[in-house]
Every structure is written in structure tokens, then in C-alpha cells.
T-cell receptor, first 114, second 114 residues
């Protein structure tokens, strides 16, 4: 158990809908990263928050947004869902170690868009 | 730009034997970390081992060790005394510069034969 929690574990929804994925980082971790794992794209970085502020953006669609709240939990909002958004979404939280962060992953949310 | 290459899509090893998974990378950073993550059938991403680039000594975590060759930009993972529970997808990962987002290889699927 990494100490990172994600809810829900599974989500099935229809095209055009909107969903919210939730992540609670490990106690004391200030950074949250979101990743998407799909069969055709592999593991892709979406966005990073650090202590409530957006730190970096990756290949995140405009239909997707995220935020980190004062209690450090984070939410990833996916809207106008398409079939291609079906994927496993991970969040990771990190502790600084030297010049980099060591990231610990949550169990993921499996999103199925029908 | 940082890249990570895993050239072995699948590997197989007999229980109790040793196997080595390959990873090559490219980065312009001088100080960086490298990571191996394991993704078993549960799909959880589990940190296996990390290596600091400025340390010449190869990292070791129980049955897992790395062969880090900085000049060759090679970072292989050796699993000794393989166990059935080692069967998983293994990803090599490199932080992508200042953001520390992880850049993943395409993974190596390891099967362990009883």
C-alpha cells in the first residue's frame, strides 16, 4: 500500500458525460501528479500540482482540468467524454529527494466510456 | 528531450533463476534519478528501485539490483531468485527535467515459469 488513495476504483459512463476522479496524497506529500495509461499511448503525464498550485502541464486535453485543494487532495475533471478517454488514470504523490521527486502511485481509477 | 527505451516487450524466466530487463535513456541533465516500477495484474504501480546518477554504486533492494552505466545511458534491472509474484509489467522511468514528471518506457512484460 503506497498510502495514496484514489476513488472511485472503477467508473463506467457514456460519451458526452462528465466525471470527477479524486486523489488523496500520502501524508506530508505536497505534490500530486496525474497520469493516463492507455493501450495506444502508454503512460502519459497529464498535470502536476504542488501545494495547491499548478506546477506543470503535459498532454492534457482542454476537456480535462484538475485542481488541488487546501487539504492537498486533488481532483481530475474529465468532460465531454469520448470513447478514446477510456483508460486507467493514476495519481502519484511525491517527496522531494535530492534533485528530484520520488513518486508513489495510487491504485488508479479505471474509466470506461461507452 | 528526455527519452526512455525498453527494447524487450516480453521476457520469460524460470522460477528461482535470474533475469535482466534492459532500459536505455537519453537526457541532457547531469544530475538525475532513474526508476523501475512494477505493474502486476492488479495494475497498481509499485516502485521497485531508484538510482541516483551521480552515485557510481549500483542500487540494490533485496533481490532487485540495477546495472547503471552512465556513459552508455543504460539502466538495466536484475531480478535474482525469481518468484511467481515477480510476474508483472516492468517500466523504466526518468524524470523529465525541472518538472520531475516521469517519462516512462513502453514496458517489459515478465512471465515467471514454475
Amino acid at each position: 500500500d503506497s498510502g495514496v488513495t484514489q476513488t472511485p476504483k472503477h467508473l463506467i459512463t457514456a460519451t458526452g458525460q462528465r466525471v470527477t476522479l479524486r486523489c488523496s496524497p500520502r501524508s506530508g506529500d505536497l505534490s500530486v501528479y496525474w497520469y493516463q495509461q492507455s493501450l495506444d499511448q502508454g503512460l502519459q503525464f497529464l498535470i502536476q500540482y504542488y501545494n495547491g498550485e499548478e506546477r506543470a502541464k503535459g498532454n492534457i486535453l482542454e476537456r480535462f482540468s484538475a485542481q488541488q485543494f487546501p487539504d492537498l487532495h486533488s481532483e481530475l475533471n474529465l468532460s465531454s467524454l469520448e470513447l478514446g478517454d477510456s483508460a486507467l488514470y493514476f495519481c502519484a504523490s511525491s517527496v522531494p529527494q535530492g534533485s528530484t521527486d520520488t513518486q508513489y502511485f495510487g491504485p488508479g481509477t479505471r474509466l470506461t466510456v461507452l | 528531450a528526455q527519452t526512455v527505451t525498453q527494447s524487450q516487450p516480453e521476457m520469460s524466466v524460470q522460477e528461482a533463476e535470474t533475469v535482466t530487463l534492459s532500459c536505455t535513456y537519453d537526457t541532457s541533465e547531469s544530475d538525475y534519478y532513474l526508476f523501475w516500477y512494477k505493474q502486476p495484474p492488479s495494475r497498481q504501480m509499485i516502485l521497485v528501485i531508484r538510482q541516483e546518477a551521480y552515485k557510481q554504486q549500483n542500487a540494490t533492494e533485496n533481490r532487485f539490483s540495477v546495472n547503471f552505466q552512465k556513459a552508455a545511458k543504460s539502466f538495466s534491472l536484475k531480478i535474482s531468485d525469481s518468484q511467481l509474484g515477480d510476474a508483472a509489467m516492468y517500466f523504466c522511468a526518468l524524470p523529465g527535467g525541472a518538472t520531475n514528471k516521469l517519462i516512462f518506457g513502453t514496458g517489459t512484460l515478465l512471465a515467471v515459469q514454475p
